[in-house]
Nanobody, 117 residues
Framework: QVQLVESGGGLVQAGGSLRLSCVAS????????MGWYRQAPGKERELVAH???????NYADSVKGRFTISRDNAKNTVYLQMDSLKPEDTAVYYC???????????WGQGTQVTVSS
C-alpha cells in the first residue's frame, strides 16, 4: 500500500532552520505532484508548497523566500527546507501526494514543527 513517511520536525528557535523529508513508497513517484501542508491548532489545513514531477513549484505567500521545496525522484523523496522560521510557522506538517490525473490523493501522518520566540 501507499505510504508517505515524514521526518525532520522538532523544536527550533525563531530565526532557525529545519529540513523536513517525506519518503514515498507504493506509488510511481514520477506520476505525482508532491506537496507540504500544515495545520496549526484551531486552524484549517493549508498548503505550504507543492512541486510537480518536472520540478515546477508553488508556494503560499506566507512562506515565499523562506521555504524551499525540492524532490529527488531517484529516492522517492520530497524535502521542505525551512529557513528564517517564525513562531507562526508552528504546526503539524503533512506530506501529500496527488496523481497527475488527480485520481489518487495520499497523506502522511504528519510531523510537528514548533518554533519558539
Amino acid at each position: 500500500q501507499v505510504q508517505l513517511v515524514e521526518s525532520g520536525g522538532g523544536l527550533v528557535q525563531a530565526g532557525g532552520s529545519l529540513r523536513l523529508s517525506c519518503v514515498a513508497s507504493g506509488l510511481t513517484f514520477n506520476n505525482y505532484v508532491m506537496g507540504w501542508y500544515r495545520q496549526a491548532p484551531g486552524k484549517e489545513r493549508e498548503l505550504v508548497a507543492h512541486i510537480s514531477p518536472g520540478g515546477s513549484t508553488n508556494y503560499a505567500d506566507s512562506v515565499k523566500g523562506r521555504f524551499t521545496i525540492s524532490r529527488d525522484n531517484a529516492k522517492n523523496t520530497v524535502y521542505l527546507q525551512m529557513d528564517s522560521l517564525k513562531p507562526e510557522d508552528t504546526a503539524v506538517y503533512y506530506c501529500n501526494a496527488v496523481s497527475t490525473s488527480s485520481k489518487f490523493n495520499f497523506w502522511g501522518q504528519g510531523t510537528q514543527v514548533t518554533v519558539s520566540s
